[in-house]
């Protein structure tokens, strides 16, 4: 928006936004992603492919295991895509 900083315009979008913000924080709560979506976030914003964690993983069938949902990741696992990846440990460890 186009507010002077000080104007009653900027203190009127401010106000607004903090109302909008607690309502939607309190109305439509975001949980946090799993490890599955995290990895699968990281993967597509990066560009990565499923070869990339093979190595991280244990290899194409727990790649693809994990990716299919039928697979839990292993604490080894996790602590290497948060250190390669840089995906949040609290969204892996959840």
Sequence with gaps: MDARAGSREAEFLDVVSTLIETYE????PIDPPTALEAV???MDQGGL???DLE????GRSH????????????????RALHERFGIP???LLR
């Design 89 to 91: 440990a609290e969204a």
């Design 40 to 42: 699968r976030f990281r």
């Design 49 to 51: 492919t499923r070869r």
């Design 63 to 78: 790649v693809s295991e994990f990716l299919g949902g039928k697979r839990n990741l292993p604490l080894k696992a996790r």
């Design 25 to 28: 924080r309190e109305h439509h």
């Design 55 to 58: 190595t991280l993983l244990g």
